[in-house]
């Protein structure tokens, strides 16, 4: 079983919908990262949450710590949301060490 | 202000080569990390620096290497490429530490390798 796993791998939606990617994992101390990347390769931070929620724009993020269960929420769903959106969680309290799923592929289509 | 700065964007090896991929941190930043993304799969960590001290290492030979110069830029190095090390090798630069809740990452576009 993987350390951290996301569901769905893939996403097809039409403009306007809502979204929810959801993010299990079995390891991890401290925060929850969630990313964004883009086809071209970068990746963008888009929350780093310990608990509760949290909203950026159409993007809301929550996090259950006892149930080691994340979500990723995008209200109105345009296509330039169509990214893969990969959750994070730190390993190992005094360095960098990421554990990553394996993303969720989200297309919005117009 | 610059983001994190990643080079070569591209670039193409043959099997037993070595390659050295450069990158510069945010100003400021003093933490940098590498990450391994293969094609279709999350990334995963190679190594952090941290003030110019190694901080953690991932599950990867001795093949790989890396260093933080004075000005917080790093080098990660591979020797003897194989096939199974084309991948997007990803920099990232924070703060802090994300095991502590305060190290954001910042990454860079990535270095795509190609080993043939």
């Known amino acids: 079983k993987n350390e951290v796993e996301q569901s769905p791998q893939n996403l097809t939606a039409q403009e306007g919908e809502f979204i929810t990617i959801n993010c299990s994992y079995s390891?991890?101390?401290?925060?929850l990262h969630w990313l964004q990347q883009h086809p071209g390769g970068g990746i963008v931070s888009l929350f780093m949450?310990?608990?509760g929620k949290k909203k950026h724009g159409r993007l809301i993020a929550t996090i259950n710590i006892q149930e080691k269960h994340s979500s990723l929420h995008i209200t109105a769903s345009h296509p330039r949301d169509s990214a893969v959106y990969i959750c994070?969680?730190?390993?190992?309290?005094?360095?960098?060490?990421?554990?990553f799923g394996a993303g969720t592929r989200l297309t919005v289509k117009p | 202000d610059a983001g994190v700065t990643q080079s070569p964007t591209h670039l193409i090896k043959t099997r037993g080569q070595q390659v050295t991929l450069r990158c510069s941190p945010i100003s400021g930043h003093k933490s940098v990390s590498w990450y391994q993304q293969v094609l279709g799969q999350g990334p995963q960590f190679i190594f952090q620096y941290y003030e110019k001290e190694e901080r953690g290492r991932g599950n990867f030979p001795d093949r790989f290497s890396a260093r933080q110069f004075p000005n917080y830029s790093s080098e990660l190095n591979v020797n003897a490429l194989l096939l199974g090390d084309s991948a997007l090798y990803l920099c990232?630069?924070?703060?802090?530490?994300?095991?502590?809740?305060?190290?954001?990452?910042?990454f860079g576009e990535g270095s795509r390798l190609t080993v043939l």
């Open positions: 949450l310990s608990s």
């Open positions: 390891v991890g101390i401290s925060a």
């Open positions: 990232a630069s924070s703060l802090g530490l994300a095991g502590r809740g305060v190290g954001e990452l910042f």
């Open positions: 994070a969680v730190p390993a190992a309290w005094d360095n960098n060490d990421m554990r």
